[in-house]
């Protein structure tokens, strides 16, 4: 076991009013150089200044990060955006008006002055501007930009609930602040505005659907998912947001599905495993056995309720004890392409096409 460190204060703080004195703490930690836990609108964030060196290089101690893995930068407004990036181009001006503040995170060349910690040596530098009262508030009490990838140990689901980020964090770093469970649920679309057509390097809450409204259809590269040792956001190529049991996708009609995972799932009960299954509201008849763990992705036509609930069932998963899961891909449209992509991530890439 771990030794626990220090002290963490943990402050139960109001979404939607933040209290002004909580606010002014987080603040002055984080201008001091320790680590804040905060939530935005998709995951909860740990941060840190960008021009604290020593509190950079933290995140990735108490987290377990591999080095090579850059850190997104955060803003409170989009005139911030020239403190970080060589030069503002026209598009990125163009998507701040539209989706900030929000789930979309802009790769950009970088400014000299940002730290290697914060980019992993890259010269191309990840911003967003988070669209959460408590995230939006903190920042701009600090006025430094911060510095934070998701809030949890690395490879486990990112926090979705302040109780995930003090199961995962507490006595390593100085703050957490709680305002419960976060909006979207899964992190923010990372574009690469740095290739001439813009490429989606991670599917999230801004849709390709919807960065296809401003560049046109076919003006937006989508998501690769191949290439899992080579992938162009760093971050994608580690086993990520994993539960602790294995997980398979399966994809393909839905009765087809259905019916052959009910089979699967009885011989396995029968076996006596632990197992859980990931599907939605309309597949439930198929599942009622005595034994099973259905855990629900809301509707397949409403897949924000899925994404807003899959690390949060990922990680309640964990806690039961559950031995094998197995996972009903959701349509790969709008949000689902993004609750697909943390499925195939969950699975290590193992896809079952029914
Ligand atoms: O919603 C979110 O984006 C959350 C909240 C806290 O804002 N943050 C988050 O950070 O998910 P993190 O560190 O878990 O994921 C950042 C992703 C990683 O896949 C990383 O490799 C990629 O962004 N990234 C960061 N800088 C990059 C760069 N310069 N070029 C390519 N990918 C980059
Ligand atoms: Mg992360």
């Given at each position: 076991m771990l030794k626990t460190e220090m002290i963490t204060e943990i402050i139960k703080i109001n979404p939607n009013a933040p209290e002004e004195q909580y606010l002014e703490k987080a603040a002055d930690i984080l201008r001091q150089g320790g680590l804040v836990a905060f939530p935005t609108e998709t995951v909860y964030g740990l941060g840190a200044c960008i021009n604290n060196r020593d509190g950079l290089k933290r995140i990735f101690t108490v987290k377990g990060r591999p080095g090579d893995n850059p850190l997104i930068t955060h803003l409170y407004?989009?005139?911030?955006l020239s403190e970080i990036v060589l030069e503002v181009p026209e598009r990125a001006l163009v998507l701040a008006k539209k989706f900030w503040p929000g789930p979309l995170t802009m790769i950009l060349p970088k400014k000299e002055?940002?730290?290697?910690e914060v980019t992993a040596g890259l010269p191309t530098v990840a911003v967003r501007v988070p669209a959460h009262p408590v995230a939006l508030e903190m920042l701009r009490k600090t006025k430094i930009p911060v510095a934070a990838p998701?809030?949890?140990?690395?490879?486990?689901p990112s926090p979705t609930r302040g109780s995930h980020v003090i199961s995962d964090l507490n006595g390593k770093i100085e703050m957490i602040l709680d305002a419960g469970a976060t909006g979207v649920g899964l992190e923010s679309t990372v574009l690469d505005l740095t290739s001439p057509r813009p490429r989606i390097l991670r599917p999230g809450g801004v849709t390709l659907e919807m960065l296809e409204g401003v560049f046109?259809?076919?003006?937006v590269e989508a998501p690769q998912f191949t290439n899992v040792k080579r992938p162009?956001?760093?971050?994608?190529?580690?086993?990520?947001?994993?539960?602790?049991a294995p997980l398979c996708l399966y994809s393909g009609p839905q009765e087809k599905i259905n019916r052959i995972l009910s089979e699967k799932v009885e011989e396995d009960l029968k076996a006596g495993k632990k197992i859980g299954i990931l599907a939605y509201d309309e597949d439930r008849s198929y599942y009622e056995l005595p034994g099973l763990h259905f855990f629900s992705l809301g509707t397949?036509?409403?897949?924000e309720e899925g994404a807003e609930r899959l690390f949060y069932l990922l990680r309640l998963s964990d806690e039961i004890g559950v031995e094998y899961i197995y996972a009903v891909a959701p349509p790969r449209i709008g949000l689902g392409e993004a609750v697909y992509n943390r499925l195939w991530k969950a699975s290590g890439g193992k896809v079952e096409e029914i």
């Open positions: 407004t989009w005139e911030q002055t940002i730290p290697p998701s809030a949890n140990l690395s490879g486990r046109g259809k076919g003006g162009l956001a760093p971050g994608m190529k580690y086993r990520h947001y994993a539960p602790k397949r036509s409403h897949p």
